[in-house]
């Protein structure tokens, strides 16, 4: 979308591009994906922004290890906007300075052997008007306007709602975890406990009931 | 299509989605292929298609087929639980070839109908009202199936924990005594055994 160049004479043509602008900055759009990071491995997303775009980057992790990931946003230049090493849930809001591809990426490199499961919202602009203000002649009725409380309000339950169901997933995983290793150390050490135990007996007995080891003690 | 990610050109990739039975989820994609020669993506690649596997919670492939480059799936949950999606490339060119790379838009909806902007557009006020009303009734309906769900796994939650609990309370008991009784049978084979060397 070049907008340089277009710049008409008269006072109504540097209007044009403006509402170019706006429109484009008007197309909101909300990506949220859950995908298995494996382990040593890295991941990246990327996404057209156009300049002056509010956007959100928020990404929690869900499974896996000690439930941490690296994390790294980069604008078109390259140059690092967000970088976090280690992080189990963040949330970053930036606006886009220029336009271009934008690129976020997850790491599980420092790991060696478990998968991690990411979730990630990338949000971009902010979404539309309910009720486009372009063809009105009128403000906005009763009806037009609770419908848009109610609108906001169900965007921001829908919002609590996916946080709370990540974060009892997550809990959960830690629950199972914790279980299994129970589990698995209570038998092991069970089972260590008695081969050790028996294990000592014998091994005490075979001190004296060796004949060539036989001390003076003996009836002396 | 905005959101987009690269891949190997034999590589799967793989979604998951934690849905709430009887919820329709629609997913679109655009695959572009990578050309050496240009060092761009081509906007389009005649023959490269992707196969489209969903996988459903209890492990029953749910949706296996072969999409264009560019196209729009859709399935709808019986069960609630964890759907994979995977992604892979119908290409039949070897890993080896060097430099290629797959370029994947990827948009997936979950419990939305992709909201029909053209009807909205027509003149009638109560119309345009009723079609948003609608969609927000779909919206609380989806958030309510998830909250059943949510109810659910809460349970599952439960459960693993006091098992947990209960699990950590009976094995330490078990430990003790086993603790207790080998300590006992020590000393006592040893005594046996040390009365019958008449060291003692």
Request: hydrophobic share 40%.
């Amino acid at each position: 979308m070049p907008l340089r160049g277009s710049w008409a004479a008269g006072p109504w043509g540097s209007l044009a591009p403006l509402l170019l602008v706006a429109l484009a900055t008007s197309a909101a759009r909300a990506s949220e994906i859950t995908f298995e990071l494996p382990d040593n491995a890295k991941q990246c997303f990327y996404e057209e922004i156009a300049q002056g775009t509010k956007c959100t980057l928020e990404f929690q992790v869900i499974t896996g290890g000690h439930y941490d990931v690296d994390c790294r946003l980069e604008d078109p230049d390259g140059i690092v906007l967000y970088k976090e090493m280690k992080k189990q849930y963040d949330s970053f809001t930036f606006t886009a300075s220029r336009n271009g591809t934008y690129k976020f990426c997850f790491s599980n490199e420092f790991s060696t052997f478990t998968h991690k499961t990411v979730y990630f919202d990338f949000q971009v602009g902010e979404d539309p008007p309910l009720f486009p203000s372009e063809n009105r002649v009128t403000a906005l009725t009763q009806m037009e306007s609770a419908c848009v409380s109610i609108h906001e309000a169900l965007k921001s339950v829908i919002d609590y709602q996916t946080h709370f169901r990540l974060r009892e997933a997550q809990g959960r995983s830690r629950a199972e975890d914790l279980n299994t290793r129970v589990a698995y150390w209570s038998i092991g050490e069970a089972i260590i406990l008695l081969v050790v135990s028996i294990g000592q007996v014998f091994l005490l007995k075979s001190f004296f009931s060796d004949k060539r080891t036989t001390t003076t003690r003996v009836g002396s | 299509l905005a959101l987009y990610f690269h891949s190997g050109e034999r590589e799967e990739k793989c979604i998951i989605e934690d849905v709430p039975s009887d919820t329709l989820v629609i997913g679109n994609y655009k695959v572009q292929r990578w050309d050496t020669h240009k060092q761009e993506f081509l906007e389009s690649a005649p023959g490269l298609g992707m196969f489209v596997t969903v996988t459903a919670p209890s492990a029953e492939i749910l949706l296996s087929k072969l999409y264009g480059p560019q196209g729009t799936f859709s399935f709808t949950s019986y069960l609630p639980g964890e759907y994979i999606i995977c992604l892979q490339s119908n290409s039949t060119r070897f890993v080896a070839f060097a430099g290629s790379k797959l370029r994947i838009h990827l948009d997936i909806r979950v419990g939305e109908h992709f909201f029909d902007e053209s009807a909205v557009q027509a003149k009638d006020k109560v119309n345009e009202v009723y079609l948003r009303l609608e969609h927000i009734i779909e919206k609380i309906h989806h958030v309510s199936k998830e909250q059943n769900y949510e109810r659910e796994r809460e349970e599952k939650f439960r459960k693993t924990s006091e098992e947990t609990n209960s699990n950590i309370l009976w094995w330490a008991i078990v430990q003790t005594l086993i603790l207790i009784s080998v300590g006992i049978w020590q000393i006592k084979s040893l005594r046996d055994f040390f009365i019958s060397k008449k060291l003692v």
